[in-house]
């Protein structure tokens, strides 16, 4: 069993910056990949980026990459979402998952926290 806790979230004007942070529990932490994905309201939860057990291998949706970084610290427990240039459409609710598999699937996620709200104004 994986518990996540997301922090970090809040608001800011465009153009600026957040690290969005996701604390796990559990001593398994380091076998799962970790996601991010977001959710406007109305809309579906989407993939944001993806960081492999390791931390060797990362992967993003094309709307995020060159601005988002993800990363992880497995002695931590915790893995990192580094957002700059943020954009009025960044606004949304960021959730952290975990899976076996590193995919971008939602409805493949093992584990989910409950979200941190980023709201990006111009």
């Known amino acids: 069993q994986v518990q996540l806790a997301e922090s970090g979230g809040g608001s800011v004007q465009a153009g600026g910056s957040l690290r969005l942070s996701c604390a796990a529990s559990g001593r398994t932490f380091s076998s799962y990949a970790m996601e991010w994905f977001r959710q406007a309201p109305g809309k579906e939860r989407d993939f944001v980026a993806a960081?492999?057990?390791?931390?060797?291998?990362?992967y993003y949706a094309d709307s995020v990459k060159g601005r988002f970084t993800i990363s992880r610290d497995n002695a931590k427990n915790t893995v990192y979402l580094e957002m700059n240039s943020l954009k009025p459409e960044d606004t949304a609710v960021y959730y952290c998952?975990?899976?076996?598999?590193?995919?971008?699937?939602?409805?493949?996620?093992?584990?989910w926290g409950k979200g941190t709200q980023v709201t990006v104004s111009s």
């Open positions: 998952a975990a899976d076996r598999l590193m995919v971008t699937d939602p409805r493949r996620m093992d584990y």
């Open positions: 960081v492999s057990s390791s931390g060797g291998s990362t």
